[in-house]
């Protein structure tokens, strides 16, 4: 059974700093590129960020929105991929979910239940 | 990147059909057939029902369905049933190698 397992949320300061984890398990984790998705309090989904697997070179993409502030990486040894998120602003606060993209497809099909980030004073 | 462009909410009577809009541009849902669609309740995580434009998971009910024109892709839901109540989102892959998510369309069953 697939599962992805986010922690390391909580409340940060604004201009904080803070580090998500997805832990995965019942799949080959190193062969699927993962990707970070947030979703603000009644808001949509808004996706954040992605790592390609080795054989791509672990390419990252990030949205304009975090792009300079948010970097993804991955340990293929842990089964674990990785946020860490920097210059935090009030506008990060969201649930992010770590999601799996199955090779050769252009879509998530396991997500994470999430973690919460509260950036507030 | 903008997000793509879906109704805020449709409704429907149980077995009534029911499509869900997602527009976007050449450089998104146009130029690619990497859209997919996902189902999501309260409190809940996003499930995928759609993706590839056509495809369905396995497990997925066979009342939905999706497809593509120009730059427009579309999700439709037959048969519509009380738990199919819920937000949906269409997403897409694009030019710059990026994802981009619709605004999402709440679906009421009357």
């Known amino acids: 059974e697939v599962q992805l397992v986010e922690s390391g949320g909580g409340l940060v300061r604004p201009g904080g700093s803070l580090i998500l984890s997805c832990a995965a398990s019942g799949f080959t984790f190193s062969g699927s590129p993962m990707h970070w998705v947030r979703q603000a309090s009644g808001k949509g989904l808004e996706w954040v960020g992605r790592i390609k697997s080795r054989t791509d070179y672990y390419a990252t993409g990030y949205a304009a929105s975090v792009k300079g502030r948010f970097t993804i990486s991955r340990d293929d040894s842990k089964n674990t991929a990785y946020l860490q998120m920097i210059g935090l602003k009030i506008e990060d606060t969201a649930i992010y979910f770590c999601t799996r993209q199955p090779p050769g497809t252009g879509t998530a099909d396991y997500w994470g239940q999430g973690t919460l980030v509260t950036v507030s004073s | 990147q903008s997000a793509l462009t879906q109704p805020a909410s449709v409704s429907g009577s149980p077995g009534q059909s029911i499509t869900i809009s997602c527009t976007g541009t050449s450089s998104d849902v146009g130029g690619y057939n990497y859209v997919s669609w996902y189902q999501q309740h309260p409190g809940k995580a996003p499930k995928l029902m759609i993706y590839d434009v056509t495809d369905r998971p396995s497990g997925v009910s066979s009342r939905f369905s999706g497809s593509k024109s120009g730059n427009t892709a579309s999700l439709t839901i037959s048969g519509l049933q009380a738990e199919d109540e819920a937000d949906y989102y269409c997403?897409?892959?694009?030019?710059?190698?990026?994802?981009?998510f619709g605004g999402g369309t709440k679906l009421t069953v009357l």
């Open positions: 997403s897409s892959y694009t030019s710059t190698s990026t994802w981009v």
